[in-house]
Every structure is written in structure tokens, then in C-alpha cells.
């Protein structure tokens, strides 16, 4: 217990970690989003969006093992791994509200950006050979990606998805880089 008290701050670590991972994740959503829109809607259900998105995702799960990485390079300390879960949740979090900033701040440059990729979405589920009342509900689905109401679903979803392969990333990346053993 004394030695928990006394290890110096991670959240420089976190922090870090945290800003590496949205900026990666939304460059991977950003460049799938635009290679998305680069395509004719062909009425498939997998999109280099989508592609691009997991890749994103998969490159993000890192951001919990950078932290422990980075936290114990730069102090040489050693602690159990539920604090490196700790620490890859902290990224998730992190990530997340810098991912939903730097999404925004896109939103001032790329304004038509959401819209195009809602119309391609669109055209795409209009090519589906879907039943006609399935594809007007999936249509009707599409809100204004800008909405508070959206915008807050899409951090949760985000924090959910970051905060559980983090967490996971960071048990591991304690067990390799923290390890008391």
C-alpha cells in the first residue's frame, strides 16, 4: 500500500496516450469516410468505411498498452495490473473526448462532410435488394449527425468500444511493462 501512495502521476501518460489514440482513430474513420464518398453507392453492407473504422478501432485497442508503456518507461515504476486497467480506461475516456473535439473541429472544416456521407449512406441502402419498409426505416433512421442527441450517442458508443479494448490493452501492457513479479 506505501507504494501506491507514493509512484509519481500517470496522467501525463494517459494524456499522451490519449490524444495519440483519437488522433489515429479519427485520421482512420476521416480517411475511410473519404474514400466512402469517393465510391458509387453499390448497395453492399461493408464500406472502406467500415474497413477503415476497425482498422482505427484495432490501432486504437494500443493506446492502453502505450500508456503503461510510456508510464513506466518515464518512471521506472512497477504495480499491479489492475492499475494498468485503470490506466487503459483513463485512455479510453481520454481518447474519447479528444476524438469527439477533433470530430468537431473537422465538422468547421469540412462542413458538408457528415451530410455526404449520410446521402451516400442513402443511395447505398436504396442499391440494397432489402424489403421496401426495412430500407424506409433505415432511411428514416438518419438524423442530424450534428444533433447534441447524436454527437452524445457517438461518445458513448466511442467510450465503449475504446474504454473495453483499452481496458484489456492496459492489463496487458502492466503485465509486460509493470509486472511486480
Known sequence: MENEQTQPS???????????TAILVTAFSLIGGYMTLGSEPSGSFFSSAQLFSTIGCLVGALGGLFANWHYV??????????????LGLMVGLGATIFSVIISQIW????PGFQEALIE??????????????????????????NSLQNIGLQALFTFIGLGIVNVISGLIGAKVFASEE
Open 10 to 20: 500517470y496522467w501525463n501518460s494517459v494524456i499522451l496516450a490519449s490524444l495519440i
Open 73 to 86: 518507461k518515464e518512471n521506472d515504476v512497477t504495480y499491479k495490473i489492475g492499475k494498468g486497467a485503470l
Open 107 to 110: 465538422n468547421v472544416i469540412d
Open 120 to 145: 451516400w449512406n442513402i443511395q447505398n441502402l436504396e442499391a440494397m435488394q432489402m424489403p421496401a419498409e426495412a430500407r424506409e426505416q433505415a432511411i428514416a433512421g438518419f438524423d442530424d449527425p
